[in-house]
């Protein structure tokens, strides 16, 4: 079982970059892919971005892809979500979310484990 915190969320504006962490806590973080998640007011909950268990293989929604960057240290049970060029469209609530799997790849299916979301606001 793994425990997800996430932080680095805020209120910034058009343009701007943020930096989101998700924390990990167990002592099989590596054997888990890891998958970021965003939910806008009155949307469905969509995955933006995916990381394989080595970090070798990612994934990026359209909406994202040549902004944000995922990545991981499996050392210090974290991934990261850089977010640059940042739009009003990509207000929403950011979650980080486990998947245990015995294969290196990024996962787009249903993740087990969730962290409590960070919010992250962008301003026009």
């Known amino acids: 079982q793994v425990q997800l915190v996430e932080s680095g969320g805020g209120l910034v504006q058009t343009g701007d970059s943020l930096r989101l962490s998700c924390a990990a806590s167990g002592r099989t973080f590596s054997t888990y892919a890891m998958g970021w998640f965003r939910q806008a007011p009155g949307k469905e909950r969509e995955l933006i971005a995916a990381?394989?268990?080595?970090?070798?293989?990612?994934y990026y929604a359209d909406s994202v892809k040549g902004r944000f960057t995922i990545s991981r240290d499996n050392a210090k049970k974290m991934v990261i979500l850089q977010m640059n060029s940042l739009k009003p469209e990509d207000t929403a609530v950011y979650s980080c979310?486990?998947?245990?799997?015995?294969?290196?790849?990024?996962?787009?299916?249903?993740?087990?484990?969730w962290g409590q979301g960070t919010q992250v606001t962008v301003s026009s």
């Open positions: 990381i394989s268990r080595s970090g070798g293989k990612t």
């Open positions: 979310a486990a998947k245990p799997t015995l294969y290196n790849s990024w996962w787009a299916g249903d993740y087990d484990y």
